[in-house]
């Protein structure tokens, strides 16, 4: 039997086993997919052992989509372009990094029906994920990419990678048109974002890349102020389609039942 993994810390949240086991049996694959949460330390002796055939695939969340970079031996393109990376597999004895994170996220806008071409842009974070939204939304077009992270330094960092992108101050709100969270809270409940977004208007687009829980405050708070709200379930169901693919050559179908699946 074929195993995979999710891996990251903290990794309870995470649904990845209950997308990828409801399609492994559904396609009859001898194959089992769990999450393990780990340490730094512990990146090394993980990719020694998809080298080793006792792990044949696995997905990568916070905090390791770049921390494990230099434990691979090659990235694809897309893991080059972004310093992330989401999936890993075994090709030709090597054990390779690709990011499906972006091909998530253009499906998500896609699904969406939303077009995104010439708009203000406002990214709450600087973490794993976010270097391979900017890089979608450069493909879409939009007008202005403002990234907010509340260690200023580790948003700069990302002008090595995107050098147009602008760099605020955590808690500055400019003008914009779509608002992505992509910080971690939200995970918790309780957590909150502690910007007053009241003066903003209505009719923005809030976006936020959690999709467990699937309302946090941050999207509650868009709703309640007028503006589109997605959580980020569909980027989360198409970047694990992607993987699924690379690993095992299929495209299970994405209909109801797999998105209400998410929701139990």
Known sequence: MKKFLVIGNPIGHSLSPKLHNYWIKQNNINATYEKQKLDEKDLKNIISKVKEKKIHGMNVTVPFKRSIIPFLDRLSIEAQKTQSVNTVYL???????????????????????????????????????????????????????????????????????????????????????????????????????????????????FYDVIYNPKETTFLKTGKKLGNITINGKLMFVYQALMAFNIWHGLKPDINDDVLSLLDK
Request: hydrophobic share 45%.
């Open 91 to 205: 090709a030709n004895n090597k054990v390779i990094g690709h990011n499906t994170d972006i091909g998530g996220f253009d499906m998500s806008i896609q699904k969406s029906n939303i077009n995104l071409l010439n708009k203000k842009v406002l990214i709450l974070g600087a973490g794993g994920v976010v270097p391979s939204i900017i890089y979608s939304l450069i493909k879409m077009k939009v007008s202005k990419v403002i990234v907010a992270n509340r260690t200023k330094e580790k948003a700069e960092n990302l002008k090595n990678l995107f050098n147009d992108i602008i760099v605020i101050n955590w808690g500055e709100l400019p003008n914009f048109d779509v608002i992505i969270n992509a910080t971690s809270l939200g995970l918790k409940k309780e957590d909150k974002i502690h910007i007053d977004f009241s003066l903003i208007g209505k009719n923005k687009f």
